[in-house]
């Protein structure tokens, strides 16, 4: 059970390490672990939101964490959050405090935006490493800059390096666009490829939820025809999608002929939208229907969000998504790698389980990439921002 299920919620003050680095915010910040549904509830309007921050989306994927929604609050303001797992060690020699693409700020443009980010790292080492003894984990994302602050403040407090993506870079776009200067930024194999398909007699579809079966049925013949192992988190959709709006994601549909070929999910609350899975069929390709897709979704996300970027994730070490995300994102958008794991423990013993822990499973991952590799060399994954990633093309 998670410690938050039935339970009510808990305030404390910013005590131990608060301080750190001379920053007033971190002093007035107190932490709040809530409910999950309260939880999603309340980050939903975050800048910082995504998915895997999200308890409808964690408790699905790991269901065997302890999962611990916690609230920033700045003089009794929400100013952030962090959704931390709690991961037993095995012969529960310890405990690993994970936070994936956490801690996140609610408004990114606030002037102490950096001081309350400092604050909640702070705050988190306080709690989980200093008072309970256990390692903190922390996966920061990709920025959007060439410099990852998030990264540079989690080894300022002495986080060390971790686990690292096989494949890191992350292609996002630019949505603040109008379309002639979203084209110009095309580069121009992606543009060619983009007129071919305005040709084909496509149409791109807005779709309501309650079309989610089409696109389970697209996805599973996909996957079935192609025969790879799906090890992303495509059994959280339906848990995705029964959320209310903004967190639900969105979903669309390319027809060629009155026949759907091709078919996208899109997380889109917050700063940074993300492609979350596509499926095609055997028409997609000649068609050219991912260049078609892609093209329409960003200009939807432009007209009918607030985003200011599109995640399109990594590409797994297939170089003809290298080539197709790096057209997509041209001149105006950037690619940027997802820094490795940061890892903290007060206690050399809580370090050193934890960085074991982790090799060990890291090892096993890899072990598993290699026999799937045996078993389909051609064949691709289906996740964006997960293990495995891709666009559909």
Known sequence: MSLTEDRPSQTQPVMSGAGQGGLPVAHRLTTQIVSGAEWDRTIADFDEVCQEQLYAFAVTRWPSVQHEPMLFRLDGE????????????PLRLGHIAVSKWGPMRKDIARPDSAAIYTGMVEALMADYADRRGQMISVLPAASTTSVNDAWMVLE?????????????????????????????????????????????????????????????????????????????????????????????????????????????????????????????????????????????????????????????????????????????VGEAGVIQPVPPVANYASRPLAYALGAGAFAARDAVHHLRRQIDGWRNPKTRPTQVRGESDQVTE
């Open 78 to 89: 929400v100013v952030g959050g962090s959704l931390m797992m709690v991961q037993p060690l």
């Open 156 to 328: 300022q407090h002495g986080f060390k390096p971790g686990s690292q993506l096989m494949f890191p870079s992350r292609y996002i776009v630019n949505l603040r666009l109008d379309d002639a200067a979203q084209r110009k930024s095309l580069h121009q194999k992606w543009r060619y490829h983009l007129n071919k398909s305005e040709k084909a007699g496509l149409s791109f579809e807005y779709a309501g939820p309650e079309r989610l079966g089409e696109f389970q049925t697209l996805y599973t013949a996909m996957t079935d025809r192609k025969q790879f192992s799906d090890h992303s988190a495509y059994d959280t959709v339906d848990a995705l999608m029964a959320l209310d709006d903004p967190l639900r994601p969105e979903l669309f549909f390319v027809r060629h002929e009155g026949q759907v070929v091709a078919g996208a999910l899109i997380f889109k609350a917050g700063d940074r939208a993300v492609y979350l899975y596509g499926a095609t069929n055997d028409q997609a390709l000649p068609l050219r229907a991912g260049y078609f897709m892609h093209w329409h979704i960003i200009r939807w996300l432009r007209d009918n969000t607030r985003a200011t970027w599109y995640d399109l994730g990594g590409t797994d070490g297939f170089q003809g998504l290298h080539q197709f995300k790096k057209g997509m």
